[in-house]
């Protein structure tokens, strides 16, 4: 009896381990379960769809779905950009936009020669939507006092506008014409102001299907050209109506439709040229607050003849990041990749800028072979970038620094979070940070979420689907929660 007892344990050791494997690979299997049922539903049909989620501590990979499959990322591409902004220029950089004096003040206060305007590449400056930036009158009226307080009240010159910061085109060789000329893909230069958008009201009729008129624009834009083929749409249905023009030019078309009602409706659009605006701007404003200008540029002053005699510096990067990212800011995040540019060269440009942040990828141990990175915004349909990479790049920022960081810098989903629209019934067992991104048939999103002292890095996109972008989002959120149930 007592060698069968001995001859038996290990029989059962052997039983109970297989037992405890096969337990252990049902738990983790069961969790997967629970969200690889999602991919089953209609929504996803004819979709391409990748999701990684990633241990933020350990860095494993605890659940993946096509996370090596490259997808257009639309505006979680902004976290790669922004991200790496605030490690290749530092949270503290700041934008400064400098005045100059080209010439010599003559005794009867005159000033014979230019006023020029160099560009730093602030996206910032003048915005009005931005609440650390300073407004556009108030640099207009900072401009005029630091000018009179030279005792100067007449400038035998003109204003020029130094836009050598940055090489190559504003606007960005791969977006789509139909998005060029609208607020959100507005050029970046060196020098932007008012965000480079500015807005066109409209008169409309409260039936559907009816001719608008445009009542006026603001602010104004000198040289503008716009014929309008807006109509009243269908009740509800909000705003249809794009603008349409070749980069810089001022002739701009628009077509599509309005939702009817009693009151002016008003569109966005980008300004074609922010510092021909700028300069007209303060030519009027000079005089009407008893600056006289000739208008007529001086060219025979030379460089060593400059004085500065007032500056704009911008909020932190920071904030301006946190700003991007919860605003989904384009123009924000083209500048900051330009400007990612300058600390490889002298002159910043998106190809500088998507050099550097590749390099600093490399850094991280990431497969920069694996994506394709064309704007700094995600607006580029071009863009191919896999899950896992977006995943891994998030958690490999939360080692660099930790979950706080991501959370400054990324908006909340809850209902007393930046983002309502999701997890409105969420309560304190978790939390989701998290950048989202969305253009026709692509919803993605990516971010870090937290429960039971338990924290992962995640990366959402899906490509294709034929069915509208809020049933994606709905399907993402039971995701999201049966992840969360699975794992507690």
Request: aromatic letters at 12%; charged letters at 20%.
């Amino acid at each position: 009896m007592l060698a069968m007892h001995y001859s038996i344990w290990p029989m059962m050791n052997r039983s109970y381990l297989v037992i405890l494997i096969c337990c252990i690979h049902f738990t983790f299997y069961s969790q997967n379960v629970n969200i690889d049922i999602h991919f089953e539903n209609p929504v996803f049909d004819h979709a391409s769809v990748g999701l990684t989620i990633i241990d933020a501590e350990s860095g494993e990979t605890v659940y993946n779905h096509n996370g090596n499959l490259a997808l257009i990322p639309a505006s979680t591409l902004k976290t790669v950009t922004t991200f790496s902004a605030l490690e290749l220029l530092g949270p503290e950089f700041r934008y400064k936009t400098s005045l100059f004096l080209q010439g010599e003040k003559l005794g009867d206060g005159s000033f014979y020669g230019n006023l020029i305007i160099k560009g730093s590449g602030d996206p910032s400056l003048g915005s009005p939507f931005f609440e650390k930036a300073l407004g556009l009158d108030e640099i207009k009226s900072r401009i005029a006092k630091a000018i009179k307080a030279k005792g100067i009240s007449c400038i035998e010159g003109t204003i020029l506008i130094d836009n050598s910061l940055f090489e190559g085109s504003p606007v960005n060789e791969t977006w789509q014409w139909n998005d060029l000329s609208n607020y959100y893909a507005s050029g970046v230069w060196p020098f932007n102001i008012h965000e480079n958008l500015f807005y066109i009201n409209f008169e409309r009729s409260i039936e559907e299907f009816q001719p608008t008129n445009i009542s006026y624009i603001l602010p104004k834009i000198p040289n503008i050209i716009i014929q309008s083929n807006v109509t009243t749409g269908a009740m509800g249905s909000g705003d249809n109506a794009y603008v349409y023009s070749h980069p810089f030019s001022s002739d701009l078309q628009i077509v599509g439709t309005i939702p009817p009602g009693k009151d002016l409706f008003q569109i966005k659009a980008a300004i074609p040229n922010p510092g021909e605006y700028i300069k007209n701007e303060l030519i009027a404003y000079f005089d009407q607050n008893g600056i006289s200008i000739s208008k007529d540029s001086l060219s025979n002053r030379s460089v060593s003849d400059l004085t500065e005699f007032i500056s704009f510096t911008s909020a932190s990067l920071s904030e301006i990041v946190r700003e991007a990212n919860l605003k989904s800011n384009n123009l924000y995040c083209e500048a900051i990749l330009k400007s990612i540019g300058t600390t490889i060269s002298e002159k910043g440009s998106t190809n500088k800028g998507i050099k550097a942040v590749k390099k600093f990828l490399r850094l991280l141990e990431l497969d920069v072979k694996s994506f394709t990175y064309k704007d700094g915004s995600g607006l580029s349909n071009r863009n191919r970038i896999p899950t896992a990479f977006i995943a891994s790049y998030l958690q490999k920022i939360y080692q660099l620094h930790s979950s706080k960081y991501l959370e400054e810098h990324l908006s909340h989903a809850s209902p007393d979070g930046d983002v309502t629209y999701l997890f409105n019934d969420s309560n304190e067992e978790y939390q989701v940070h998290l950048k989202s991104g969305s253009m026709s048939q692509v919803m993605a999103y990516c971010g870090i979420i937290q429960f039971d002292e338990k924290k992962y890095c995640f990366s959402f996109i899906s490509n294709g689907h034929l069915q509208g972008n809020r049933s994606i989002r709905v399907a993402f959120e039971h995701i999201v929660q049966d992840f969360i149930q699975g794992r507690t």
